[in-house]
Protein backbone atom coordinates (compact mmCIF):
# COMPACT_ATOMS: atom_id res chain seq x y z
CA UNK A 1 0.00 0.00 0.00
CA UNK A 2 1.58 3.44 -0.90
CA UNK A 3 2.26 5.98 1.92
CA UNK A 4 0.71 8.82 -0.61
CA UNK A 5 -2.38 9.67 -2.55
CA UNK A 6 -1.28 9.19 -6.30
CA UNK A 7 -3.88 11.75 -7.64
CA UNK A 8 -2.38 14.86 -5.36
CA UNK A 9 1.20 16.54 -6.87
CA UNK A 10 3.83 18.14 -5.06
CA UNK A 11 1.75 21.14 -4.32
CA UNK A 12 -1.13 19.78 -2.78
CA UNK A 13 -2.79 20.06 -6.74
CA UNK A 14 -5.21 17.09 -7.76
CA UNK A 15 -4.04 15.92 -10.89
CA UNK A 16 -4.17 12.73 -13.16
CA UNK A 17 -1.89 10.58 -12.65
CA UNK A 18 1.40 10.46 -15.94
CA UNK A 19 0.81 6.43 -16.85
CA UNK A 20 2.89 7.02 -19.84
CA UNK A 21 6.11 5.51 -18.88
CA UNK A 22 3.86 2.65 -17.17
CA UNK A 23 4.01 -0.77 -18.42
CA UNK A 24 0.90 -2.69 -20.64
CA UNK A 25 0.26 -5.62 -18.61
CA UNK A 26 -3.12 -7.62 -17.84
CA UNK A 27 -5.22 -5.80 -15.30
CA UNK A 28 -8.67 -7.39 -13.67
CA UNK A 29 -11.22 -6.51 -11.00
CA UNK A 30 -13.75 -7.78 -9.34
CA UNK A 31 -16.28 -5.34 -7.02
CA UNK A 32 -19.71 -6.41 -5.38
CA UNK A 33 -22.91 -4.59 -4.08
CA UNK A 34 -26.01 -5.60 -2.51
CA UNK A 35 -29.50 -3.74 -2.60
CA UNK A 36 -31.98 -4.91 0.03
CA UNK A 37 -35.90 -4.45 -0.43
CA UNK A 38 -38.73 -5.92 0.88
CA UNK A 39 -39.11 -9.52 0.00
CA UNK A 40 -42.71 -8.59 -1.99
CA UNK A 41 -40.92 -6.07 -4.55
CA UNK A 42 -37.80 -8.94 -5.06
CA UNK A 43 -40.70 -11.09 -5.59
CA UNK A 44 -42.00 -8.99 -8.33
CA UNK A 45 -38.63 -8.75 -9.76
CA UNK A 46 -37.88 -12.48 -9.34
CA UNK A 47 -41.52 -13.61 -10.79
CA UNK A 48 -40.94 -10.70 -13.84
CA UNK A 49 -44.03 -9.10 -12.94
CA UNK A 50 -42.68 -5.73 -12.94
CA UNK A 51 -44.43 -2.94 -14.69
CA UNK A 52 -40.86 -1.57 -16.38
CA UNK A 53 -40.18 -5.13 -17.85
CA UNK A 54 -36.60 -6.89 -16.71
CA UNK A 55 -35.03 -5.15 -14.19
CA UNK A 56 -32.21 -7.59 -13.74
CA UNK A 57 -31.47 -7.30 -17.55
CA UNK A 58 -31.97 -3.54 -17.58
CA UNK A 59 -29.53 -3.56 -14.08
CA UNK A 60 -27.07 -5.33 -16.27
CA UNK A 61 -26.61 -3.66 -19.64
CA UNK A 62 -27.19 -0.30 -17.08
CA UNK A 63 -23.85 -1.69 -15.22
CA UNK A 64 -21.91 -2.42 -18.10
CA UNK A 65 -22.44 1.26 -19.50
CA UNK A 66 -21.41 3.06 -16.66
CA UNK A 67 -18.50 0.90 -16.62
CA UNK A 68 -17.43 2.34 -20.27
CA UNK A 69 -18.35 5.69 -19.15
CA UNK A 70 -16.09 5.79 -15.54
CA UNK A 71 -13.69 8.60 -16.69
CA UNK A 72 -16.51 10.65 -18.03
CA UNK A 73 -18.24 10.24 -14.12
CA UNK A 74 -14.75 10.13 -11.71
CA UNK A 75 -12.74 13.30 -12.93
CA UNK A 76 -9.29 12.09 -12.68
CA UNK A 77 -9.88 8.47 -14.26
CA UNK A 78 -8.10 7.81 -17.33
CA UNK A 79 -10.61 6.64 -20.32
CA UNK A 80 -9.67 3.04 -20.62
CA UNK A 81 -9.96 0.30 -23.68
CA UNK A 82 -12.16 -1.94 -21.33
CA UNK A 83 -11.92 -5.79 -23.40
CA UNK A 84 -14.28 -7.18 -21.07
CA UNK A 85 -17.10 -5.78 -18.51
CA UNK A 86 -19.22 -8.32 -16.81
CA UNK A 87 -22.61 -7.74 -14.71
CA UNK A 88 -24.16 -10.16 -12.60
CA UNK A 89 -27.42 -10.23 -10.27
CA UNK A 90 -28.22 -12.80 -8.06
CA UNK A 91 -31.74 -12.43 -6.05
CA UNK A 92 -31.31 -14.22 -2.46
CA UNK A 93 -34.64 -14.22 -1.08
CA UNK A 94 -33.48 -15.64 2.51
CA UNK A 95 -31.80 -12.17 3.07
CA UNK A 96 -34.34 -9.82 1.06
CA UNK A 97 -31.95 -8.37 -1.29
CA UNK A 98 -29.72 -8.58 -4.25
CA UNK A 99 -26.09 -9.45 -5.13
CA UNK A 100 -24.61 -7.43 -7.92
CA UNK A 101 -21.11 -8.71 -8.85
CA UNK A 102 -18.86 -7.17 -12.10
CA UNK A 103 -15.73 -8.01 -13.38
CA UNK A 104 -13.67 -5.62 -15.64
CA UNK A 105 -10.56 -6.63 -17.76
CA UNK A 106 -8.01 -4.92 -19.87
CA UNK A 107 -4.55 -4.59 -21.12
CA UNK A 108 -3.24 -1.77 -20.17
CA UNK A 109 -1.51 0.80 -18.22
CA UNK A 110 -3.82 1.96 -15.02
CA UNK A 111 -6.09 -0.64 -13.67
CA UNK A 112 -10.02 -1.07 -13.50
CA UNK A 113 -10.88 -0.74 -9.87
CA UNK A 114 -12.76 2.78 -10.32
CA UNK A 115 -15.01 0.87 -13.74
CA UNK A 116 -15.67 -2.22 -11.84
CA UNK A 117 -16.71 -0.23 -8.53
CA UNK A 118 -19.04 1.92 -11.05
CA UNK A 119 -20.60 -1.17 -12.70
CA UNK A 120 -21.79 -2.82 -9.49
CA UNK A 121 -22.87 0.82 -8.32
CA UNK A 122 -24.90 1.83 -11.35
CA UNK A 123 -26.37 -1.33 -11.45
CA UNK A 124 -27.54 -1.15 -7.62
CA UNK A 125 -28.79 2.34 -8.58
CA UNK A 126 -30.81 1.18 -11.53
CA UNK A 127 -32.67 -1.64 -9.81
CA UNK A 128 -33.65 0.93 -7.39
CA UNK A 129 -34.63 3.42 -10.06
CA UNK A 130 -37.07 0.68 -11.69
CA UNK A 131 -38.15 -0.73 -8.30
CA UNK A 132 -38.52 2.84 -6.72
CA UNK A 133 -42.39 3.17 -7.56
CA UNK A 134 -43.04 0.27 -5.49
CA UNK A 135 -40.57 0.99 -2.69
CA UNK A 136 -38.49 3.84 -1.90
CA UNK A 137 -36.73 2.75 0.98
CA UNK A 138 -34.49 0.07 -0.78
CA UNK A 139 -31.01 0.18 0.85
CA UNK A 140 -27.74 0.04 -1.17
CA UNK A 141 -25.05 -1.05 0.66
CA UNK A 142 -21.61 -3.08 0.83
CA UNK A 143 -20.37 -1.56 -2.57
CA UNK A 144 -16.22 -2.94 -2.47
CA UNK A 145 -13.76 -3.87 -3.99
CA UNK A 146 -13.24 -7.45 -3.78
CA UNK A 147 -9.94 -8.68 -6.10
CA UNK A 148 -7.56 -6.92 -8.67
CA UNK A 149 -4.63 -8.58 -10.24
CA UNK A 150 -1.93 -6.94 -12.43
CA UNK A 151 -0.11 -3.75 -12.37
CA UNK A 152 2.61 -2.44 -10.00
CA UNK A 153 0.84 -3.04 -6.87
CA UNK A 154 0.15 -6.52 -7.78
CA UNK A 155 -2.61 -8.79 -6.39
CA UNK A 156 -5.39 -7.80 -3.35
CA UNK A 157 -7.97 -9.72 -2.70
CA UNK A 158 -10.47 -8.76 0.36
Not at 3 to 31: C, Q
Not at 75 to 93: R, Y
Request: proline residues 3%; glycine residues 6%.
Amino acid sequence: MSDRFTHINADGNAHMVDVTEKAVTEREARAEAFIDMAPNTLTMIMSGSHHKGDVFATARIAGIQAAKKTSDLIPLCHPLMLTKVEVDLEAQPENNRVRITSLCKLSGKTGVEMEVLTAASVAALTIYDMCKAVQKDMIISQVRLLEKRGGKSGHFKA
